[in-house]
């Protein structure tokens, strides 16, 4: 079958959909402390989005002649902040990994190509966006100093 390889591809980014949809879940749920204020709502959006991603890649899967898995992939879980985004850096990773290798195993120029695209570019910024609050692109920015005497 013409798209096998992909559809392949496209299960293992859906089973990772699934265990994001899960895990993210149940860190909105257990952060704590002040990180709260800010992370339950991250997390809750995220789980929602994942479900969401699940549902648009089952569509495809289905498009392309396949049967969607109900195999979540493994959950991870933490009652710390940092080791959950750890982990949510290392799922959104393995979900940008699954897309991009479906997107290799695409034969020619069919147009679910355009539409992984779509994806790989959302999955990046997902990473990008964990990777921030993980403070990983810590840059050394020159500080000006200002004389306002001088003003
Ligand atoms: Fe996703
Ligand atoms: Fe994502």
Known sequence: ??????IEHLNRALSI???????????????????????EKFFD????????????????IVSLGG???IEAARILQSTEVTE????DLKTEM????????AHAAVKGESPIKYLLEEQIMLEQQDVWEI?????????????KTIDLAAS
């Open 94 to 101: 393995e979900a940008l990994q699954a897309y991009k290798d």
């Open 84 to 87: 959950m985004l750890r982990q």
């Open 67 to 69: 049967v969607p898995t």
């Open 131 to 143: 990777e921030k609050f993980l403070a990983m692109h810590k840059l050394s920015v020159k500080t």
């Open 17 to 39: 959909e699934y265990s994001a949809v899960i895990q993210y879940c149940q860190h909105s749920a257990l952060v704590e402390g002040t990180d709260r204020m800010v992370y």
């Open 45 to 60: 959006e995220a789980s929602l989005e994942a479900r969401s991603h699940a549902k648009k890649v089952s569509d495809w």
């Open 1 to 6: 079958m013409e798209y096998a390889k992909v």
